[in-house]
T-cell receptor, first 113, second 109 residues
Framework: KAGVTQTPRYLIKTRGQQVTLSCSPI?????VSWYQQTPGQGLQFLFE???????NKGNFPGRFSGRQFSNSRSEMNVSTLELGDSALYLC????????????FGPGTRLTVL | GENVEQHPSTLSVQEGDSAVIKCTYSDSASNYFPWYKQELGKRPQLIIDIRSNVGEKKDQRIAVTLNKTAKHFSLHITETQPEDSAVYFC????????FGKGTRLHILP
């Protein structure tokens, strides 16, 4: 069974631009959660989607948004990028009935210049 | 706000010895406590988890204990091996999952 995949793996943007990251969960997994990882702040929860509905949201500004499609694939969007948004963005998927964060993807490394 | 404190930030252990990492949490409503291992340049991997209605859980060389009254939980790794070298993260979850800052574990030959 294929693992969680994320695209793109690396991305360079400039301040003020917006970016969309994609996450494809393991087949059969309907929960997708997103995380930001930085050396300073560590791992932080962004949001969780289940069956196309946002189930929980972390403490991030409204510039961070996401959605989930009927095939459980998820995207997250960051608008008006700031230098501090440079991070590794990870997604994870879980089976129905499992807690969030069971299987992580490889992440997308976003650099904002 | 909710917080998870993790100690120590760095831990060096002789191969074959045990390692213990401790976490405390602030939200008494937390009911799920996972532990993750992240090797350099790799994705986090869930290695063990425990729910609030259980005091201890063991999986081969890894065990987790939970003290709900004191709001702390610990990861125990016995008979450490070189492949145990990694950063370990604890987390606590009520509706949102909050992570500790991580412990870098070095296994010394």
């Amino acid at each position: 069974k294929a693992g969680v995949t994320q695209t793109p793996r690396y991305l360079i943007k400039t301040r003020g631009q917006q970016v969309t990251l994609s996450c494809s969960p393991i087949s059969g997994h309907r929960s997708v959660s997103w995380y930001q990882q930085t050396p300073g702040q560590g791992l932080q929860f962004l949001f969780e989607y289940f069956s196309e509905t946002q189930r929980n949201k972390g403490n991030f500004p409204g510039r961070f948004s996401g959605r989930q499609f009927s095939n459980s694939r998820s995207e997250m969007n960051v608008s008006t990028l700031e230098l501090g948004d440079s991070a590794l963005y990870l997604c994870a998927s879980s089976l129905p009935g499992q807690e969030v964060g069971q299987f992580f993807g490889p992440g997308t490394r976003l650099t904002v210049l | 706000g909710e917080n998870v404190e993790q100690h120590p930030s760095t831990l060096s252990v002789q191969e074959g010895d045990s390692a213990v990492i401790k976490c405390t949490y602030s939200d008494s409503a937390s009911n799920y406590f996972p532990w993750y291992k992240q090797e350099l340049g790799k994705r986090p991997q869930l290695i063990i988890d425990i729910r609030s209605n259980v005091g201890e859980k063991k999986d081969q060389r890894i065990a987790v204990t939970l003290n709900k009254t004191a709001k702390h939980f610990s990861l125990h790794i016995t008979e450490t091996q070189p492949e145990d070298s990694a950063v370990y993260f604890c987390a606590a979850k009520d509706d949102k999952i909050i992570f500790g800052k991580g412990t870098r574990l070095h296994i010394l030959p």
